[in-house]
Every structure is written in C-alpha cells, then in structure tokens.
C-alpha cells in the first residue's frame, strides 16, 4: 500500500530550466542596453559555464561573469543583470501540466507528500511560496536540512521518519537519476523518473517506472494499491 510519494523540486515538479534560461537571456540582454559590448550567444554560454562549474544556485554568477568579461566590478551592469533575471524567473516559473492535479488527487485520497531538494532552503521555499504551493507539503528537506546532496541516503531515511512511513509504503519521484533514484533505491523506495523534466537525454534511467506526465503516477499508485 502506497501511502506517500516524495518529489523532487526542480524540474520535477516546476520547470527550473525554463526559468534559469529566460532570466540568463533577460540578464544579458539588460547588460548589453547598459553598456555591455559582448556576443549575446557568448555571454549566455560563458554564464551557464559558471553554472555548471559553481552550481545552479550561485548567486554571484554575474558578478563572475562581468569580472570575466571586462576585467573588473561594474555595479551598473551588476543590476541591470540582476533586476532583468529576477523579472525574467518571476514571470517564467511555473510547474509542469497537471502538478496541481496530481497533488490534489493525493491530498483527497489521504496520501502524504513531500520534497526532498538539494536547492537552498530559502531559494527552494521562495519557489514554493511563488507558485502558492506551501500549503501542500507534509514535509520539505532541502539541503540546509540535510546537510547532504542526494544520493545520499540521508534525505530520504529523514522523509521517511518524518512521514512517518515505511520504504515499501513510498515512492520517489525526479528527474536526475544519478541522485533521485540512485538514492531512494538506497534505501527501499521504489523510483519514478520524470522523463518530462530531463534535461540530459538519459536513455536508461534505471527507476522502476518512467512517465512523460505527472498525473502517470496516479495510475502506478493505484495499480500498485489495488493488487
């Protein structure tokens, strides 16, 4: 019996990559009407270099950038890349189709949901205070309540505890089979792998089930809770 499903954040359940991209192109743009004389295309690959080097969550990937770029601090492009990327993420960040539907299905039905993240607390939690779903969550760990990235297994042994459910009563659902389902395989949870929020082109996930749409997870549920 199925009795809680825990969710990834990003890319999972809101399109991360979406949002990151619109405000970096936004950022850039900004920079380049303020003064900044720099190939757009240049500039969008020189960012997510600093990205993939220092994380997803670096907050002072423009200040890098623009150091990089001229040599030195320039508080004008500074903000204009900053004040463009934070209009840029508010208005692009959205779930996926059918994430409200499908949490609303599980609250009905008496099933407990959660998000384990390896973003920041403040920056996962202002995520979910802007797309108005914080009142929904039983539990939220992100990696200031960890102190552990997944794959650990530590996320997930936490969830547990404070779901206050078994492995064998769960699901893990998310889009980076390196740390959502190696992780949760770690510990007895049965895995989901979002194809719909991948990223790399993964071929072979390696979870127990694969879906193109949230809601897919509404019908392994209840084949799994039927039998």
Known sequence: MIKAVI??????LLDFQKMKEQGVRASIGAMIEAGLDYDEEKAYQDI???YREKGWEYRLVFDDFIKN????????LLAAAIVAYRRAKEATLSVYPNVRRTLIYLIKHGIKIAVVSDAPSREAWMRI???????VFDVVLTYDDTKV?????IPFKMALEKLSVKPEETLMIGDWPERDVVGASQVGI???FARYGDTFEIENSGADWEVDDIYEIINIINELNSA
Not at 7 to 12: V, Y
Not at 149 to 153: H, L
């Open 7 to 12: 969710f990834d954040l990003d890319n999972t």
């Open 48 to 50: 997510f270099e600093i």
């Open 69 to 76: 770029t001229i040599g030195q601090s320039d508080n004008k």
């Open 129 to 135: 205070y802007y797309l108005n779903l914080h009142h």
């Open 149 to 153: 990235r997944k794959p650990s297994p």
């Open 190 to 192: 049965k895995t989901i």
